[in-house]
């Protein structure tokens, strides 16, 4: 599959599942109260440290590898059957004593049908990462869309019926079984069945560099909800969930949809050509546009979004939202950074970067979170600087890319940035920033944002100049083109 076309098929597929998460998410905020999102919100930031190491890096594993043998494909299939139903158990023999910790008896039950993911997550995440492998990212799609939308059915129908905060988990479980099924499916028949040893100390090697990285990130990451939880209150980490969950729909609307593809782009463009300099580029100036683009409007639009998705009983996230997005705009450039090292096998350099960053960060939360939600908001923005300066000078480093060439380029987004923003910024002026209407501002911001974006690209002679015009000819071709008479 082309690059462009695997791009298509990973966007579509990223939409799909953002438009089905924002419907939820719209609904849940409605059925279930703050302190109910922030009981499911504090259990899934503990399990995430299991979910890092719940594969050990075996997908990633899969999709780099040059010389993929069945042998290899059976110590990959060990490795991820063993830690699923390890983690499982150890998920279920925690649950008491979290529940007894935050004393919430709901948490016991939570972690009990999550652990349940772990055992059935194995039977999709081989295929998965196959499938990414050879660019079928129709099927990926197919699957990731199926599981959402199973997953956010039942989610909101529990909750409807008053099942509280494990209505969530069980729309979860769903979603993970309708994936297994289908990654069943799609399984190439030539994948064996029967897990297999040899092969399995490689496996390891490569993921523990890897999974170390990710557990650090983790914990760094999900460092202020488990803070808030405990200093502030649940109530104030479901504050925080529904503000980082509007902001982190950047990840969902872009940057896991171009690095899911350049994963393996870039992999394939190390083996063939030894190098992707160009293609990391022109991946990272798309990325910044738009990403930059997306942070300046919630900036603008900060209240309309959380009153538009949640209403109004998040009024108090909306400060903190802002916050989060400026936060998010300075981690921007160094978006596809990580995808860029993996691409090439750099695990210990991400290992190294990653452990750098999230002692930094920790130390930032720790100090915000021990004071308020909205000092909270000013570390992460401080910390997000400092990771994003570290991420690009580790990948600069590694690649022989001159510092130049890169700043350049990101100077070049960030003037299609801040022309995408005056619309925003109009009505940000025009409607004060804490309005009492929700979709008249949006609409007009929107497509102000939409109009400024366009001329930015053509003021600037962006890259996204080439995928504009390229995808207007498609569209000219296939609507607008006479048919000859029969």
Same mark, same amino acid.
């Given at each position: 599959?082309?690059?462009?076309?695997?791009?298509?098929?990973?966007?579509?597929?990223?939409?799909?599942?953002?438009?089905?998460?924002?419907?939820?998410?719209?609904?849940?905020?409605?059925?279930?109260?703050?302190?109910?999102?922030?009981?499911?919100?504090?259990?899934?930031?503990?399990?995430?440290?299991?979910?890092?190491?719940?594969?050990?890096?075996?997908? #990633?594993?899969?999709?780099?590898?040059?010389?993929?043998?069945?042998?290899?494909?059976?110590?990959?299939?060990?490795? #991820?059957?063993?830690?699923?139903?390890?983690?499982?158990?150890?998920?279920?023999?925690?649950?008491?004593?979290?529940?007894?910790?935050?004393?919430?008896?709901?948490?016991?039950?939570?972690?009990?049908?999550?652990?349940?993911?772990?055992?059935?997550?194995?039977?999709?995440?081989?295929?998965?990462?196959?499938?990414?492998?050879?660019?079928?990212?129709?099927?990926?799609?197919?699957?990731?869309?199926?599981?959402?939308?199973?997953?956010?059915?039942?989610?909101?129908?529990?909750?409807?019926?008053?099942?509280?905060?494990?209505?969530?988990?069980?729309?979860?479980?769903?979603?993970?079984?309708?994936?297994?099924?289908?990654?069943?499916?799609?399984?190439?028949?030539?994948?064996?069945?029967?897990?297999?040893?040899?092969?399995?100390?490689?496996?390891?090697?490569?993921?523990?560099?890897?999974?170390?990285?990710?557990?650090? *990130?983790?914990?760094?990451?999900?460092?202020?909800?488990?803070?808030?939880?405990?200093?502030?209150?649940?109530?104030?980490?479901?504050?925080?969930?529904?503000?980082?969950?509007?902001?982190?729909?950047?990840?969902?609307?872009?940057?896991?949809?171009?690095?899911?593809?350049?994963?393996?782009?870039?992999?394939?463009?190390?083996?063939?050509?030894?190098?992707?300099?160009?293609?990391?580029?022109?991946?990272?100036?798309?990325?910044?546009?738009?990403?930059?683009?997306?942070?300046?409007?919630?900036?603008?639009?900060?209240?309309?979004?959380?009153?538009?998705?949640?209403?109004?009983?998040?009024?108090?996230?909306?400060?903190?939202?802002? #916050?989060?997005?400026?936060?998010?705009?300075?981690?921007?450039?160094?978006?596809?950074?990580?995808?860029?090292?993996?691409?090439?096998?750099?695990?210990?350099?991400?290992?190294?970067?990653?452990?750098?960053?999230?002692?930094?960060?920790?130390?930032?939360?720790?100090?915000?979170?021990?004071?308020?939600?909205?000092?909270?908001?000013?570390?992460?923005?401080?910390?997000?600087?400092?990771?994003?300066?570290?991420?690009?000078?580790?990948?600069?480093?590694?690649?022989?890319?001159?510092?130049?060439?890169?700043?350049?380029?990101? *100077?070049?987004?960030?003037?299609?940035?801040?022309?995408?923003?005056?619309?925003?910024?109009?009505?940000?002026?025009?409607?004060?920033?804490?309005?009492?209407?929700?979709?008249?501002?949006?609409?007009?911001?929107?497509?102000?944002?939409?109009?400024?974006?366009?001329?930015?690209?053509?003021?600037?002679?962006?890259?996204?100049?080439?995928?504009?015009?390229?995808?207007?000819?498609?569209?000219?071709?296939?609507?607008? #083109?006479?048919?000859?008479?029969?």
């Amino acid at each position: 599959m082309s690059t462009r076309r695997s791009l298509f098929f990973s966007f579509l597929d990223r939409y799909a599942s953002l438009l089905i998460s924002v419907l939820s998410s719209m609904l849940i905020a409605r059925l279930l109260t703050p302190t109910e999102i922030g009981v499911y919100s504090v259990v899934m930031v503990l399990l995430i440290f299991a979910s890092t190491v719940r594969d050990m890096g075996t997908g #990633q594993y899969l999709v780099q590898e040059r010389n993929l043998t069945t042998e290899r494909i059976r110590a990959v299939w060990a490795v #991820q059957l063993f830690l699923g139903a390890g983690l499982a158990g150890i998920v279920w023999l925690a649950s008491q004593p979290v529940a007894t910790f935050y004393n919430e008896p709901r948490m016991r039950a939570i972690m009990g049908v999550v652990a349940l993911n772990y055992l059935v997550n194995p039977l999709g995440s081989l295929t998965y990462a196959w499938l990414i492998r050879e660019m079928r990212f129709e099927a990926v799609a197919m699957m990731r869309f199926a599981s959402a939308l199973s997953g956010a059915l039942l989610g909101n129908w529990l909750a409807w019926h008053h099942y509280g905060p494990i209505s969530l988990a069980l729309g979860s479980l769903l979603g993970t079984l309708v994936n297994a099924l289908m990654a069943v499916y799609f399984r190439p028949r030539s994948f064996p069945w029967l897990p297999g040893l040899a092969g399995v100390r490689q496996v390891l090697r490569f993921g523990s560099h890897l999974t170390l990285s990710a557990l650090v *990130g983790v914990m760094a990451g999900s460092l202020p909800e488990l803070l808030l939880g405990k200093l502030q209150s649940l109530g104030a980490a479901g504050l925080y969930s529904r503000a980082s969950g509007l902001v982190l729909m950047f990840n969902k609307l872009l940057a896991d949809a171009v690095g899911t593809v350049c994963l393996p782009w870039f992999a394939r463009r190390a083996r063939e050509q030894g190098s992707f300099t160009e293609p990391f580029l022109k991946a990272t100036a798309y990325v910044a546009a738009l990403g930059w683009s997306f942070c300046f409007f919630i900036v603008c639009l900060a209240q309309p979004l959380v009153r538009g998705l949640y209403g109004h009983q998040w009024d108090p996230a909306v400060d903190l939202t802002r #916050q989060l997005a400026l936060a998010t705009a300075l981690q921007v450039p160094a978006t596809l950074c990580q995808t860029a090292l993996l691409s090439s096998g750099a695990v210990s350099t991400i290992a190294r970067t990653t452990i750098l960053t999230a002692l930094q960060s920790m130390v930032f939360i720790s100090l915000g979170a021990s004071q308020s939600l909205f000092m909270l908001g000013f570390a992460l923005m401080a910390s997000a600087a400092v990771s994003s300066t570290l991420w690009l000078r580790a990948t600069c480093l590694h690649m022989g890319l001159p510092v130049r060439h890169l700043l350049a380029m990101l *100077g070049n987004s960030l003037g299609v940035a801040v022309v995408a923003a005056l619309g925003p910024l109009a009505v940000l002026l025009l409607f004060g920033p804490y309005p009492e209407a929700v979709w008249l501002p949006l609409g007009l911001a929107s497509l102000g944002a939409l109009l400024g974006g366009w001329w930015g690209v053509q003021l600037f002679r962006h890259p996204l100049q080439e995928e504009i015009r390229g995808l207007w000819g498609t569209l000219k071709l296939r609507f607008f #083109q006479a048919k000859p008479a029969p």
